[in-house]
Every structure is written in structure tokens, then in C-alpha cells.
Nanobody
Framework: QVQLLESGGGLVQPGGSLRVSCAAS????????MSWYRQAPGKERELVGT????????SYANFMEGRFTISRDNTKNTVYLRMNSLKAEDTAVYYC?????????????WGQGTQVTVSS
């Protein structure tokens, strides 16, 4: 059973930093790309960025402006999102995601999300 469990969210002041994590289980973690998404209140879920299975290729949404960094540790089956210079508009629920063919067709897998609130 595929499970994605995010952690590390919380309240942070503007300009601060935070790292959220996503622990994966139930599949061969190193074989698949992982993505981070976020959803702010009243807005659609948007892609933050994606990291390949090996970690050698990473892409980010334009709005990241170089403030966010995605990484992964395949020995721990965990993907990370490091967020610096946080702004109020970064307030959202952050989700990790993966998609692969388990033999029954492609399926999307999501974690439950972790709340990040940027406020003074």
C-alpha cells in the first residue's frame, strides 16, 4: 500500500525558513519522481516542483524565485522541501505527490498535506 506522510509544517514569520518532509512507503521510492504541490485557501492546487528518482533532475515553478529547494534521500525514502525567505503568500497546505504504473494503470498518490502558515 502506497503511503506518503508529510511533516514539518507550522507557523513561521515572514522572511523565515522551514523544511517539510514526506516519508514514502509501499513502493520502490528511488524509481520514481516525486513532486511537491501546495494549495492556498480559496485557490487551486499548484505545482511547486519535481525531483527525479535519482535526484539528478529538479524543476521548479517560476514563482519559486530561487527560494525553495527540493531534495531527496533514497536511503530514507524521504523527499524534502526547504523554503527560505518565506512570504505571507506562501501560506498553504503542502502536499507530496507521485505517479506511476503499478501494473493496473497509472495512478496518482497524495499525502494528507502539512499546513505552512507565514505570519507575524
Amino acid at each position: 500500500q502506497v503511503q506518503l506522510l508529510e511533516s514539518g509544517g507550522g507557523l513561521v514569520q515572514p522572511g523565515g525558513s522551514l523544511r517539510v518532509s514526506c516519508a514514502a512507503s509501499g513502493f520502490t521510492f528511488s524509481s520514481y519522481s516525486m513532486s511537491w504541490y501546495r494549495q492556498a485557501p480559496g485557490k487551486e492546487r499548484e505545482l511547486v516542483g519535481t525531483i527525479s528518482g535519482t535526484g539528478g533532475t529538479i524543476s521548479y515553478a517560476n514563482f519559486m524565485e530561487g527560494r525553495f529547494t527540493i531534495s531527496r534521500d533514497n536511503t530514507k525514502n524521504t523527499v524534502y522541501l526547504r523554503m527560505n525567505s518565506l512570504k505571507a503568500e506562501d501560506t498553504a497546505v503542502y502536499y507530496c505527490h507521485t505517479r506511476f504504473n503499478s501494473g493496473r494503470g497509472y495512478a496518482d498518490y497524495w499525502g494528507q498535506g502539512t499546513q505552512v502558515t507565514v505570519s507575524s
